[in-house]
């Protein structure tokens, strides 16, 4: 599998003309995020493959260590993949392929995030990540939030500890989640938390992410270099 990608600030790209996902992109990897996840639904695939080039050019640009996602589509990430984009891998649901399918078609060295948000479904995460099907998971939503139903209830911040606990690869908390909700699951063991609406709306968004980035940190750590399972590690 590829080498884990530090997952403190995980941008998720929300609405927005093309123009401003970019921009968005672009600021929050200058501002230490680690990851920058592709997500505009609805969306024709060949239009989601050039907003994806648009952003990974971008990112690249901006901070060379951040890693690309595609969400969901499998076959954009491939196509981005194989033009020799910066683009890393992709992030899958419960209900797109099945990630043994995902790891052949994109090889050793993608990463590839899978969501989940039960004991259940971390349950089943583990037996992926054994088979070394998976390099991180998505686990949400943490409030309620508009931005995607998922069907299942909030978890608040108690429910991360015992979630990080049984989970055997690194932990991203998703769900309206801001800056101000950092340092608090910072403590419970997540490796970082990914952030939609607060970072896409912010008038500074390099800034935001440096934020978030410094409550996964030491003090006096520099953003934007490590990666782990937990805040421990940073």
């Known amino acids: ?139 949400g939503p943490y409030k309620p939030t508009p931005t995607k139903d998922s069907g299942r209830n909030p978890l608040g911040v108690e429910a991360y500890r015992e979630l990080t606990e049984l989970c055997e690869v690194p932990m991203v908390a998703i769900g309206s989640v801001t800056a101000e909700d950092a340092p608090a699951l910072a403590a419970t063991g997540v490796a970082g938390v990914a952030v939609v609406r607060a970072l896409m709306n912010a008038e500074d968004p390099a800034g935001y992410a440096a934020r978030i980035v410094a409550a996964f940190s030491p003090a006096g750590a520099a953003p934007g270099g490590a990666n782990g399972h937990g805040n421990e590690e940073f």
């Open 1 to 139: 599998m590829a080498a884990e990608p530090d997952l403190r600030c995980y941008l998720v790209t929300g609405a927005g003309t093309p123009e401003h996902i970019t921009k968005v992109a672009a600021a929050a990897a200058r501002g230490g995020a680690g990851v920058i996840q592709v997500r505009s639904k609805p969306i024709d695939a060949g239009d989601l493959l050039e907003l994806t080039v648009s952003v990974a050019r971008a990112v690249a640009e901006a901070n060379p260590v951040t890693r690309v996602l595609v969400d969901d589509r499998v076959d954009v990430a491939a196509a981005a993949m194989a033009r020799g984009e910066n683009v890393h891998g992709v992030h899958v649901g419960q209900t797109d392929l099945p990630v043994a399918d995902v790891r052949r078609l994109l090889g050793k060295d993608a990463i590839i995030g899978l969501t989940t948000g039960t004991r259940e479904l971390v349950e089943a995460a583990n037996v992926h990540a054994a088979a070394g099907l998976i390099d991180y998971v998505g686990c």
